[in-house]
């Protein structure tokens, strides 16, 4: 079933494990992701970026996409539809009238103060549909780099200044992580990422999961990490899968045989993900 993640990441918060948030990138990634969901019985979070919209086909197709496979392959998990990255008010908002029961607003390009403002106005908006909203504080590492630049790292006073002006459900601050894959050992700023879980008590996440090692991993929910973003590590096992599937099956040319090639391999690092998180069997 659809719900918001506010619940969701309270319970994980409070009982010191994190939900897994695996991005989607079109309808055989979300069905293979909600069906090992279902067999771990853990909850999950499908991200969904601006970028995904586009190429699946908008908002409205994500929608119909997800709410159908919830019904016909009767899951029955919490599940959680959620903009990753959104840019503007206007990209929260479209994804929230589509049906989308969670929403990411990534202001942390902007003034400290502009990011106030714009978060405010995304709040104002989904939380009367009971819709969550996420932010971000400091800037994540881009795929362009693959090192997290520590004079962007976030400030603890700015952490807790934008959240507790703005309401948010919770909160991604840039402490280290980078999307895509590292170029070098990634360098986690463990104390003030307690800092800020002290002084908030709120949900955080992790952006940049892929990469991460597993010790690392938990030591950040002990921090406070409640939500991990994970899809470049999905991304390669499924592709590498694929790879050698079509280098040893050169006659086949059925797109479903090739895409289906690669489920075994993304399923067993879903399950993985799952296990190490502690989410398994949570629902």
């Not at 992701?33 to 067999?39: A, V």
């Not at 979070?45 to 086909?57: F, H, Q, T």
């Not at 990469?211 to 409640?226: E, N, P, V």
Request: hydrophobic letters at 40%.
């Amino acid at each position: 079933m659809l719900v918001n993640a506010k619940e969701m990441l309270n319970k994980a918060h409070n009982e010191k494990y994190a939900i897994a948030h695996f991005n989607i990138n079109n309808l055989e990634w979300t069905r293979f992701i909600l069906e090992e969901c279902q067999k771990q019985n853990s909850p999950v979070i499908l991200g969904v970026s601006e970028g995904a919209i586009k190429y699946i086909g908008g908002e409205d197709v994500v929608v119909s996409i997800v709410k159908s496979l919830i019904k016909d392959l009767n899951i029955t998990i919490p599940v959680v539809l959620h903009l990753d990255h959104g840019s503007s008010f206007e990209s929260c908002k479209r994804a929230v009238d589509a049906g989308f029961t969670s929403v990411m607003i990534d202001a942390s390009s902007h003034s400290l103060e502009e990011n106030i403002a714009i978060t405010k106005s995304v709040v104002a908006y989904a939380h009367p549909k009971n819709v969550s909203v996420e932010a971000e504080i400091g800037h994540v590492g881009g795929e362009e780099d693959g090192v997290a630049d520590e004079l962007a790292y976030a400030k603890v006073e700015d952490a807790v200044t934008l959240t507790k002006e703005t309401g948010i459900d919770f909160l991604a601050p840039a402490l280290g992580s980078v999307h895509g894959l590292y170029k070098g050992e990634p360098k986690l700023d463990f104390d003030r990422m307690q800092k800020i879980n002290e002084i908030l008590n709120i949900p955080l996440v992790l952006h940049g999961g892929t990469g991460i090692g597993d010790d690392l991993i938990r030591k950040a929910i002990t921090c406070g990490i409640s939500k991990l973003n994970i899809n470049t590590e999905l991304q390669i096992a499924w592709s590498n899968a694929v790879r050698d599937f079509v280098t040893n099956n050169q006659g086949v040319y059925d797109p479903r045989k090739v895409i289906k090639a690669g489920e075994m391999a993304m399923k067993e690092a879903i399950c993985k993900k799952l296990e190490l998180l502690g989410c398994v069997d949570k629902v």
